[in-house]
């Protein structure tokens, strides 16, 4: 009984796991180079030395199974769409956690396939490092490859930096948390597309702030067609800004993030109010849906960080299929607000009092949005007016002046056009 605390102490589930690998295909043989903490196999039992050190001399076998049941087992390699055989355990390494052989492909298959670490080094066993060669049997190197990581089941939180290096091409970083599912090192157009069309639409529906800020934009109007409008300047709008921010148009400091999500909660505000005094026409409403979209489109940005490295070298087409997720996601909320607020404005309340009760509903939950966000902004330093900044601040003018005139030919157009309508109903 003394014993199990100690025994359960040494086996827990880490909180925090990194995992670094290398993936190259050459020739038939696809080589995948691995590192991870022998403490996250916690059902091996290492052999230890008298003095509880890492026994070296004993420790191949259990470093080979360990090597096979965490890794290999689990590991998922396909070529196109076909599935390989499992890997094979080429070659296991204790290492040092300051050795540094996983700084290159070429450094750490050297480390590999070179001499072992010494019998009598003196390293515990859960701070040493358990390197792996993997090898699949491939038909060739050029071929469309994925790769499904199962890393999860180290520990609480694990990161993965995983390094694809094709023969042909430069090579391609990937920062995986968890489990990210199959993850393709070089897609096709239409496999990112689809990706990034699932992602936007995913996004628009677990976004509280951008859920609340088109519930605003509904609430008022309730019409379809009143709405298109509205909409799609919202879309075209966060379209442009998201584009910029993807391209490096927008500035990398950490100020910028806190920001525009402070800003975001504000205008969640300002309609919620908009809608309670009944400032509300479509004129109106489109072109302010059109210049806070061009914030919530920073903010869009902000999701697509971490999730921009399975684009590829379909940057563009991406952004573009986020983008028509994000539209589908709203005509989806859309079609279910609009019956909804039209039930419930015809039948239980009425309609500039349901409006006036749901856009104050909104209203307190911007308003503690948007001071709490403010709180956190104000503990960032503010750039000083530097040539960096001044920098920043010419290319928002230029952007501002050409997102402006945009703004102005299609009110114009718009004004015309209903001028005309107006024209062709009093004739008739």
């Avoid at 505000?269 to 009944?278: D, H, K, P, V």
């Avoid at 928002?396 to 005139?405: E, K, Q, S």
Wanted: net charge neutral; proline share 5%; glycine share 6%.
């Amino acid at each position: 009984m003394l014993l199990l605390p100690r025994f359960a102490a040494a086996h827990e589930i880490p909180a925090s796991v990194v995992v670094q690998a290398f993936l190259r295909p050459q020739g038939q043989v696809a080589r995948l180079l691995i590192r991870v903490p022998m403490a996250a196999m916690r059902d091996v039992d290492f052999p230890l030395r008298g003095d509880g050190l890492l026994d070296l001399a004993r420790a191949e076998p259990a470093m080979q199974d360990a090597a096979t049941r965490w890794l290999a087992n689990d590991l998922v390699l396909y070529e196109g769409d076909t599935r390989l055989p499992r890997a094979t355990v080429v070659a296991v390494r204790a290492s040092l956690p300051s050795d540094r052989a996983f700084t290159t492909y070429e450094n750490a298959l050297a480390g590999l396939t070179g001499p072992r670490l010494s019998p009598a080094t003196a390293i515990v066993w859960n701070q040493a490092m358990l390197d792996v060669l993997l090898e699949y049997p491939i038909s060739s190197d050029r071929a469309v490859f994925s790769i499904q990581p199962a890393f999860a089941r180290l520990g609480v939180r694990v990161a993965t930096a995983l390094r694809y290096q094709p023969p042909a091409g430069a090579e391609r970083a990937f920062d995986l948390t968890g489990d990210p599912g199959l993850v393709r090192l070089d897609p096709s157009w239409h496999q990112a597309a689809w990706r990034f069309v699932k992602l936007g639409f995913a996004h628009i529906l677990d976004g509280t702030d951008h859920l609340l800020f088109l519930a605003c934009l509904v609430i008022p109007f309730r019409r379809f067609r009143a709405l298109v409008l509205i909409v799609t300047a919202f879309t075209v709008a966060h379209s442009i800004t998201l584009i910029a921010s993807a391209s490096g148009f927008a500035p990398d400091a950490l100020w910028f993030s806190p920001l525009v999500e402070t800003l975001i909660a504000a205008s969640i505000l300002y309609m919620a109010l908009e809608n309670i005094i009944g400032a509300t026409n479509v004129q109106r409403r489109w072109a302010l849906a059109f210049a806070f979209g061009l914030i919530h489109g920073f903010g869009f940005s902000f999701a697509l960080r971490d999730t921009l490295q399975f684009a590829g070298s379909h940057l563009l087409t991406s952004l573009l299929a986020f983008n028509v997720g994000v539209e589908f996601g709203q005509l989806f909320v859309l079609a279910l607000l609009v019956p909804a607020l039209t039930f419930l404005f015809k039948s239980v309340v009425n309609p500039r009092m349901g409006t006036v009760l749901l856009s104050a509903f909104v209203a307190h939950t911007a308003w503690h949005w948007t001071t709490e966000r403010w709180d956190a902004l104000r503990q960032f330093d503010w750039p000083g007016a530097g040539p960096v900044s001044l920098l920043w601040v010419v290319r928002f003018l230029i952007v501002a002046v050409i997102v402006g005139a945009l703004a102005w030919l299609l009110a114009v157009k718009s004004g015309r056009l209903e001028v005309r309508q107006r024209s062709g109903e009093s004739d008739a």
